[in-house]
């Protein structure tokens, strides 16, 4: 669906000093996945997301959505966009900015009214329709920005920091939005500093980091990648017999400790261990996500 | 055209009517009184036709200029600059053929507003013929629009240049207009502003128009207006 090839970005300034932005990007993404793209400040995300939208040309290399440059898909299809920088006319009003939107976005006259309606209802901004843009908060913009990019039916979505300046309310329901939103045969892509919210969502994520995609993390358990790591067991009763048990256990307080595993079958071993010892276990818990552990150790190396 | 785009014209004149048409209106009463009031109370209340379109003529130039100064400026680069191309361009819309329109829109708000303005003008003076006027203004808006297209789309700052080409020709224009040689091809490749003014007195006065001119005015600022196009449809817009 859409795949990087080779793809470089070099700015230039007047003066000859030049920046890569991005540098030498495969990457092939398909239909019906949810890609995240991590990556520290300034590691090239805004120049990769601008590539795929053809708002920037790649210096070398190629972009193409369905076989076609950017700029050819967007013009014929439309891509539901969320910036990061809510760059809307502050002196329109939310809902008359949906109506344009809704237009531009070659919905038809008779169903416009109705698409509006129903993008606000669903983002609950109906109290702030008749606000202009200036007016409405930090996050109330970032669910505007949210309903601008749901009006249509998109084959091709790219968030930008979707839950930046949500409330936890409202990043949980943005994460309950996306997950309605995969389907097969439409692609999304989202930028985010919160691993978190990419571990849940995304399928794979793309960690980037100078410009270079450093590794693209599987989300879900991938018995062939499995390596364990570290968990932090929470247990009701029966500490004592744990440590006993793992006497190798980092005791964190309040009934909590860290053990490291080789592989999840290990962690479920040594589980049944403790459960069949009579230890009462209340919950486990990665210590750190596949992805966050991973995030470290490929942002960390360069950093 | 894409009728998603060609419905959105009505987005685009709203745009327009409220981000340069009232500043037009204000301007244009502005200036255009500093012309019209001295007159009015040398000629008195009861002013001729004759006196009422020379009393126009005196204004007109003072208004169109500017006004087609503050009507095409940033017609691009406000959206590059402000970043409004973000949303604007996720959805299926060329970018050359939006400001296309835009350009197109803007002459149709820029003749309202002198339409507008003409009304005023037959308040306060007399009622004369807005054709005449209408035409120049449009010629003004046409011959400038195709120049101010092409520098916004490839400048962020574009009003600085533009102000900087139109001086510059009328400068060239005023210093050179006999000399020959270099003088003669740097002029000759500046905008023929110059052929405004008497573009002018042939509409108003004569009802007609010198071809050579109008066409050397309008191809000039056609083939800036294509070479804006082209920016636009071969040059990224981030």
């Known amino acids: ?303 | 055209m894409a009728a998603n785009l060609t419905r959105y014209s009505y987005w685009q004149f709203r745009d327009f009517i409220r981000e340069r048409g009232l500043a037009l209106i204000i301007t244009s009463t502005l200036l255009g009184f500093t012309v019209v009031a001295p007159m009015r109370a040398m000629l008195g209340s009861n002013i001729d036709e004759v006196n009422a379109k020379r009393i126009l003529m005196m204004a007109l130039p003072q208004l169109v200029y500017i006004s087609a100064f503050i009507a095409l400026n940033g017609l691009i680069s406000t959206d590059r600059k402000l970043g409004y191309y973000r949303f604007l361009f996720s959805k299926p819309v060329s970018i050359p053929a939006y400001y296309a329109q835009y350009f197109l829109v803007s002459l149709i708000g820029f003749l309202a507003v002198f339409a507008f303005l003409l009304g005023v003008f037959a308040f306060v003076v007399r009622p004369v013929s807005p054709f005449g006027a209408l035409a120049w203004c449009g010629l003004v808006y046409l011959s400038f629009g195709g120049i101010a297209f092409f520098i916004s789309s490839l400048f962020r700052y574009d009003w600085p240049i533009l102000a900087g080409v139109y001086l510059g020709s009328a400068l060239v224009n005023g210093l050179w207009a006999d000399r020959g040689g270099f003088r003669m091809v740097i002029r000759d490749m500046l905008p023929p502003v110059h052929k405004l003014s008497a573009a002018m007195n042939d509409i108003m006065n004569l009802g007609t128009v010198d071809t050579n001119s109008v066409l050397w005015l309008l191809g000039y600022s056609a083939l800036c207006f294509a070479a804006g196009l082209f920016v636009l449809w071969r040059r990224p817009i981030g």
């Open chain 1, 1 to 303: 669906m859409i795949e990087l090839q080779n793809a470089t970005k070099v700015y230039r300034s007047l003066f000859g000093r030049s920046v890569t932005a991005v540098e030498d990007f495969s990457l092939q993404v398909a239909e019906g996945e949810v890609l995240g793209i991590a990556g520290p400040n300034g590691a090239g995300k805004s120049t990769l997301i601008s590539l795929m939208l053809g708002y920037l040309r790649p210096t070398h290399g190629r972009v193409l959505i369905r076989g076609l440059e950017p700029r050819t898909f967007v013009e014929k299809n439309g891509i539901g966009y969320l910036s990061e920088l809510m760059t809307i006319n502050p002196n329109w009003k939310a809902d008359e900015a949906l109506v344009r939107f809704a237009t531009l976005a070659a919905i038809p006259p008779a169903d416009v009214r109705g698409r509006v309606d129903a993008v606000i209802e669903e983002l609950g901004i109906g109290e702030h329709r008749d606000k202009k843009i200036k007016a409405l908060s930090k996050g109330n913009l970032q669910r505007l920005g949210v309903a601008q990019a749901l009006l249509r039916d998109e084959e091709v979505m790219i968030l930008d920091e979707p839950t930046h300046g949500l409330d936890p309310v409202w990043t949980q329901r943005f994460r309950g939005i996306v997950e309605g939103l995969r389907r097969p045969g439409r692609t999304i892509i989202i930028a985010s500093h919160n691993l978190d919210e990419l571990q849940r969502l995304a399928d794979r994520v793309a960690i980037i980091d100078r410009g270079r995609l450093q590794r693209l993390v599987q989300t879900g358990y991938d018995q062939a990648t499995d390596a364990g790591g570290t968990y932090r067991i929470s247990i009701a009763t029966g500490a004592d017999r744990l440590k006993a048990m793992f006497p190798q256990a980092v005791d964190s307080g309040d009934g909590e400790f860290e053990l490291t595993f080789s592989s999840i079958a290990d962690l479920n071993a040594a589980l049944a261990q403790l459960i069949g010892g009579g230890v009462l276990v209340a919950g486990v818990v990665p210590s750190r996500s596949v992805l966050e552990q991973q995030f470290r150790e490929a942002v960390g190396e360069q950093n």
